[in-house]
């Protein structure tokens, strides 16, 4: 086993998250394939956000539009997004991993955190956090173990469901050395295609790849990130330095398409809840980012530096309209969004 000191990263990962939050409140449905996302309703333009593990045998999958799962499942039980359920469920998770005796804590997401452990037994040590989570909440997770946070978040893949698995230094290669590029955390299609390029195919590959080949076609820092990626390096302890917002963000995805001439009224309306975020926030806008869908499915996005920061909701929503009128683009459009990149806090970030 590697030497790490005693000091272990494990990734905590809930198993089926949203759909696991919805199956406590209604445990019939145990064992039926469900499906959460958008409001339920598969007429309406939505995707899925969790689909349980016997949704999933059937090909239902994160991401895909509602009108699609339910033509691979048939039978699946359709449930609406309900946020602040998952919320509260999340924060009782998270709240679970940090009242636990020495962890240091990095929360990733709603469902998932990289938290620190000092241990000689760390497998002992993850079926603990388990049993913990599970007390708690009545929820099961998987826990990922290793020496760096990538090596534990990508053995959480392997441990899934309701399980351990460890990934080390010593290890690494053989469990990951022939697989894809794709298999690795923060590597999609696009990076893969480029790696692909130089003839690196597989993990194994990057591992051995030459930093220079890597920082020519990436860039300095994607060059060498990557580069880490295939090694499974990068840093080995969680950072449970309190999140800090950079920005607040509203889209909306339109059941009718809209014209060219209905986009500044709704870009106004994304425009005030923006705004409302940022007011609570303190913290005032100084970039406008713009989302765009058209008709089929193609998406664009544009960003623009204002003068000064502003809660003004006329002034961002104008900058957006006028983002929207450079992309040159009258097709139907499916979907807006603004995002309002804030001021740093005082003290930066």
Known sequence: MTTTGGRWVLHVDMDQFLVAVELLRRPDLVGRPVIVGGR?????????ST?????????VGSGMPLRVAVRKCPDAVLLPVDRPVYEAAS????????????????????????????TDDPEARARSVREAVLEATG???????????????????????RGTFMLTRDTWLDVMGERPTTALWGVGPRISARLAGLGIDTVAQLASAPVEVLVAELGPSGGAHVGRLGRGGGRDWPD???????AHGHETTYQRDLDPA????????LAEQVVADLRREERAAMRVHLKVRVKPF???????KLAEPTYDVDL???????LYLALGDDRPVRLLGIRGEMVPPEGGY
Request: charged content about 25%; some cysteine; hydrophobic content about 40%.
């Open 40 to 48: 339920g309703d598969p007429t309406e333009r939505a995707v899925v």
């Open 51 to 59: 689909a349980s593990y016997e949704a999933r045998e059937h090909g």
């Open 91 to 118: 924060a009782r998770v998270m709240q679970t991993l940090k009242d636990l005796p020495g962890t240091v804590v990095e929360v990733l997401g709603w469902d998932e955190a990289f938290v620190g452990v000092h």
């Open 139 to 161: 929820l099961h997770c998987s826990v990922g173990i290793g020496d760096t946070l990538v090596r534990a978040k990508t053995a959480t893949g392997f441990g899934k469901p």
């Open 240 to 246: 449970d330095t309190p999140w800090v917002a950079r």
């Open 262 to 269: 209905e986009v500044p009224d709704a870009l106004r309306v």
């Open 298 to 304: 193609f998406t664009s996005t544009k960003v623009r």
């Open 316 to 322: 961002i929503a104008t900058t957006a309209h006028e």
